[in-house]
């Protein structure tokens, strides 16, 4: 089965900083890998995908998540935090059975302060 | 637009009562989704569908039924709400199969979502 683990529920990061959010993965095989964000009562926004192409994948509004096979990762980074990121963060894999449903990380909520 | 359209976005019930969640997609896509969103717990799938006239469970199926009648329409029914139903419900979709789709590429559409507060 497969599954993701967003390892902090929770990071505080300060404006023009480095933003890294972590997230393992488990998967039997080559896994399809997304980063959903959420911004306060909102729905979710795609912010990026892996999906066997290149391992480094850029996103939107400059995030960007590695995929490290040897490690059973996806991070995902920015390199400069804006305000505006302040948001919930989910992690998530595709499942590979006939559902190909979402699985979700339990997400990382990150907050930047000024 | 294109898009997913949950229906309603907020709603308050009182215990026992019942109610239907209505997903509707216009892009043909044949798998539709109904997540529930808690704190601290992400998104988990209460039941699937893929195709019209299918039905599966998901991951937290109990209190809940769903039927996919029409391909572009999957209803999410409460038969009798309970304070523990209090959740936001996410609608999604995906893949609108056919030649020149790959479904292993092909991307989810979420819906803005339905606010559901039991008391």
């Known amino acids: 089965a497969q599954s993701v683990t967003q390892l902090d529920s929770h990071v505080s990061v300060s404006e023009g900083t480095p933003v890294l959010l972590r997230c393992n993965y488990s998967?039997?095989?080559?896994?399809?890998l997304f980063w959903y964000v959420q911004h306060p009562n909102k729905g979710l926004q795609l912010l990026l995908k892996y999906t066997s192409a290149a391992t480094l994948v850029k996103g939107i509004n400059g995030f960007e998540a590695e995929f490290k096979k040897s490690e059973t990762s996806f991070h995902l980074t920015k390199p400069s935090a804006h305000m505006s990121d302040a948001a919930e963060y989910f992690c998530v894999v595709r499942s590979m059975d006939s559902s190909y449903k979402l699985i979700f990380g339990s997400g990382t909520r990150l907050l930047v302060r000024p | 637009n294109a898009g997913v359209t949950q229906t309603p976005k907020f709603r308050v019930l009182k215990t026992g009562q019942s109610m239907t969640l209505l997903c509707a997609q216009d892009m043909n896509h044949e798998y539709m989704y109904w997540y529930r969103q808690d704190p601290g717990m992400g998104l988990r799938l209460i039941h699937y569908s893929v195709g019209e006239g299918t039905t599966a469970k998901g991951e937290v199926p109990d209190g809940y039924n769903v039927s996919r009648l029409k391909k572009q329409n999957f209803l999410l029914g409460l038969e009798s709400a309970a304070p523990s139903q209090t959740s936001v419900y996410f609608c999604a979709s995906s893949y609108p199969g056919g030649s020149g789709h790959s479904l292993l590429n092909y991307g989810y559409t979420f819906g803005s979502g339905t606010r559901l507060t039991v008391v």
């Open positions: 998967s039997s095989y080559s896994p399809s």
